[in-house]
């Protein structure tokens, strides 16, 4: 068999670095003969690798588990004699939901070695660790799990990151701003014992005509049965949390810019944890001691984490002033400001909290000007099943109130990743979801019928003018769904016209 590997990472936001993750182990698979080429592919754009791959020869497809399955399934009925491998925190779903052969869940660097070893080879896949794997309609596992070591995922530490582009347009040095560095591994607050459920997993199965052999279904349990969960709305929880001390964290952090700057000229970071303040003001230091010079260091958080260690925010600010550098403070989670929504997603947070803290990305803002930006992809889930009238206009008046914090109304909607997010069993037993061949398997309805009007009309804006809707204009639609149709408040308040069909 040819040892060429297809690679593909999807582009949704435009210009967006590579996810990290199969960076990490490219260099390893090709310094072993193979020869692996690597295309970040944009949403709107897959058509156009159709005719590469028919010219390329590939024996293997490699993705990474942002792929959908309506687009899996695409590749799939294009090539069903290429297999595909998937990984990632939500590979086991994509797994579970298309014709899909191999999955990798944890860990990948070593995994994906020996899966190319034995796919090459003798087809032992019970050597690879942390594969799940097809047999007809039933599950295995290898029953080879190896935990989470971020030294050995990074070291040695050469990630690729010039992937080719297929899509409309890309910055010429997209790959190279924003590149993460990675801290640690899963999610603090999803460490936490806040909250549990139990999935039957095995029901889940049955429903997806699969079974499991007994190592399948006991790695299936350890994942998703652990005795504690996160935010219910997120599949990242599922990765397994370790952290390290504030010295060796800054360690390893440091060790990846150092690289990433002296030989890949990268000057803008993202530090991938959910809590980097704690070490953040030493991280900064020790970069400038090092003579990094970056132009940017972008961390994210959640609210409460953000007020915690407020002080420690406002000394790396007054540095980030005293030295010229800039600090982007992103993604902070709010999810909303309504506070039955908050209890429905498992934030263990209020709305106060969430206020107090877009205050102090406000406050931040005006004391610390072009040495902060408070504005980049704070997550806001709007529509989601038990969204209503009141939350939608209370989020969204707050929204327009605070543009300098919420630029767009964008990407506000909850995303049914797996059956196996903490929220769906109480979707589910509600009859709120539906199977669909599109995203990942399932969508919802919303159970307050104006909601869910609201939520049709927002799709439909959403396809026409992208991240552009105007929060005004949605605004005053919301006081006429009760009365209106779509249609007319389509015409009348976004002038948009229904094309008559013949
Ligand atoms: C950084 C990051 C981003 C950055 C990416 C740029 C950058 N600088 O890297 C930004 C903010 C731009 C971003 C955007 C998005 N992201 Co993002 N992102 C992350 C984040 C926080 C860190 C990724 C990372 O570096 N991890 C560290 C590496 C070492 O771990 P890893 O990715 O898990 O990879 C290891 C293994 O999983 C495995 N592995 C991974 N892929 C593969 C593939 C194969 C074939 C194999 C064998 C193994 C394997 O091997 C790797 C090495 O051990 C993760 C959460 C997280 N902490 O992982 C979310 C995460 C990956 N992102 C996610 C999502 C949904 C998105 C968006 C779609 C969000 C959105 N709605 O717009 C966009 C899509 C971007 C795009 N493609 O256009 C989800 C993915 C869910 C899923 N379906 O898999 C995650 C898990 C967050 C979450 N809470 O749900 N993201
Ligand atoms: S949304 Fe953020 S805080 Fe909540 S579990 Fe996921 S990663 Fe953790």
């Given at each position: 068999?040819?040892?060429?590997?297809?690679?593909?990472?999807?582009?949704?936001?435009?210009?967006?670095?590579?996810?990290?993750?199969?960076?990490?182990?490219?260099?390893?698979?090709?310094?072993?003969?193979?020869?692996?080429?690597?295309?970040?592919?944009?949403?709107?754009?897959?058509?156009?690798?159709?005719?590469?791959?028919?010219?390329?020869?590939?024996?293997?497809?490699?993705?990474?588990?942002?792929?959908?399955?309506?687009?899996?399934?695409?590749?799939?009925?294009?090539?069903?004699?290429?297999?595909?491998?998937?990984?990632?925190?939500?590979?086991?779903?994509?797994?579970?939901?298309?014709?899909?052969?191999?999955?990798?869940?944890?860990?990948?660097?070593?995994?994906?070695?020996?899966?190319?070893?034995?796919?090459?080879?003798?087809?032992?896949?019970?050597?690879?660790?942390?594969?799940?794997?097809?047999?007809?309609?039933?599950?295995?596992?290898?029953?080879?799990?190896?935990?989470?070591?971020?030294?050995?995922?990074?070291?040695?530490?050469?990630?690729?990151?010039?992937?080719?582009?297929?899509?409309?347009?890309?910055?010429?040095?997209?790959?190279?701003?924003?590149?993460?560095?990675?801290?640690?591994?899963?999610?603090?607050?999803?460490?936490?014992?806040?909250?549990?459920?139990?999935?039957?997993?095995?029901?889940?199965?049955?429903?997806?005509?699969?079974?499991?052999?007994?190592?399948?279904?006991?790695?299936?349990?350890?994942?998703?049965?652990?005795?504690?969960?996160?935010?219910?709305?997120?599949?990242?929880?599922?990765?397994?949390?370790?952290?390290?001390?504030?010295?060796?964290?800054?360690?390893?952090?440091?060790?990846?810019?150092?690289?990433?700057?002296?030989?890949?000229?990268?000057?803008s970071f993202q530090i991938q944890t959910e809590n980097p303040l704690p070490f953040l003001y030493n991280f900064i230091n020790s970069l400038l001691k090092n003579n990094i010079e970056f132009k940017k260091l972008s961390i994210r958080t959640r609210p409460d984490l953000l007020l915690l260690h407020k002080d420690k925010l406002m000394n790396c600010l007054d540095l980030a002033r005293d030295r010229d550098l800039h600090i982007s403070v992103e993604q902070?989670?709010?999810?909303?400001?309504?506070?039955?929504?908050?209890?429905?997603?498992?934030?263990?947070?209020?709305?106060?909290?969430?206020?107090?803290?877009?205050?102090?990305?406000?406050?931040?803002?005006?004391?610390?000007?072009?040495?902060?930006?408070?504005?980049?992809?704070?997550?806001?889930?709007?529509?989601?099943?038990?969204?209503?009238?009141?939350?939608?206009?209370?989020?969204?008046?707050?929204?327009?109130?605070?543009?300098?914090?919420?630029?767009?109304?964008?990407?506000?909607?909850?995303?049914?990743?797996?059956?196996?997010?903490?929220?769906?069993?109480?979707?589910?037993?509600?009859?709120?979801?539906?199977?669909?061949?599109?995203?990942?398997?399932?969508?919802?309805?919303?159970?307050?019928?104006?909601?869910?009007?609201?939520?049709?009309?927002?799709?439909?804006?959403?396809?026409?003018?992208?991240?552009?809707?105007?929060?005004?204009?949605?605004?005053?639609?919301?006081?006429?769904?009760?009365?209106?149709?779509?249609?007319?408040?389509?015409?009348?308040?976004?002038?948009?016209?229904?094309?008559?069909?013949?």
């Amino acid at each position: 068999m040819n040892k060429n590997i297809l690679f593909l990472q999807l582009e949704l936001i435009p210009n967006c670095p590579p996810h990290m993750g199969m960076c990490l182990f490219i260099d390893d698979l090709s310094k072993n003969g193979i020869n692996c080429d690597t295309f970040i592919v944009n949403l709107n754009y897959i058509d156009q690798i159709i005719p590469l791959i028919e010219k390329s020869n590939y024996s293997l497809i490699c993705l990474d588990s942002i792929f959908t399955v309506d687009i899996v399934r695409h590749l799939q009925g294009q090539f069903p004699h290429i297999p595909i491998i998937v990984g990632g925190v939500n590979a086991i779903s994509l797994l579970f939901h298309t014709d899909i052969q191999y999955a990798v869940f944890g860990p990948g660097r070593a995994a994906i070695k020996t899966f190319i070893e034995e796919y090459y080879g003798s087809n032992n896949f019970y050597n690879v660790p942390n594969l799940f794997f097809k047999r007809g309609k039933k599950i295995l596992y290898s029953g080879k799990t190896l935990n989470w070591n971020l030294e050995s995922e990074l070291f040695p530490y050469l990630p690729f990151l010039d992937w080719q582009y297929i899509g409309p347009d890309r910055a010429a040095n997209a790959n190279h701003i924003d590149v993460s560095i990675v801290a640690g591994t899963g999610c603090p607050y999803a460490h936490s014992t806040l909250s549990s459920n139990h999935f039957a997993i095995n029901d889940a199965l049955h429903e997806l005509g699969y079974d499991a052999s007994d190592d399948a279904l006991q790695r299936l349990e350890e994942i998703f049965n652990r005795k504690r969960h996160g935010c219910s709305f997120c599949i990242f929880q599922y990765q397994e949390f370790t952290s390290y001390s504030i010295e060796k964290t800054i360690e390893l952090l440091l060790k990846q810019a150092e690289f990433l700057y002296l030989k890949r000229n990268v000057t803008s970071f993202q530090i991938q944890t959910e809590n980097p303040l704690p070490f953040l003001y030493n991280f900064i230091n020790s970069l400038l001691k090092n003579n990094i010079e970056f132009k940017k260091l972008s961390i994210r958080t959640r609210p409460d984490l953000l007020l915690l260690h407020k002080d420690k925010l406002m000394n790396c600010l007054d540095l980030a002033r005293d030295r010229d550098l800039h600090i982007s403070v992103e993604q902070i989670g709010f999810e909303s400001f309504f506070d039955d929504d908050l209890i429905n997603f498992n934030k263990n947070t209020d709305t106060t909290v969430n206020k107090d803290a877009l205050k102090l990305l406000k406050d931040i803002k005006k004391e610390y000007g072009k040495h902060v930006s408070v504005d980049v992809g704070h997550g806001i889930i709007l529509f989601h099943p038990w969204t209503t009238l009141k939350s939608l206009t209370e989020n969204l008046q707050l929204i327009s109130n605070n543009t300098d914090i919420f630029p767009k109304l964008f990407l506000g909607t909850l995303l049914i990743y797996s059956e196996f997010l903490p929220i769906f069993p109480k979707i589910k037993s509600e009859g709120l979801v539906q199977k669909t061949e599109y995203g990942y398997g399932f969508k919802f309805t919303i159970k307050d019928k104006a909601a869910n009007k609201a939520y049709e009309l927002y799709e439909i804006l959403l396809s026409h003018f992208g991240a552009d809707i105007s929060i005004q204009a949605y605004l005053k639609s919301l006081e006429l769904v009760g009365n209106y149709s779509i249609d007319r408040i389509l015409r009348e308040i976004f002038h948009l016209v229904p094309i008559e069909e013949n």
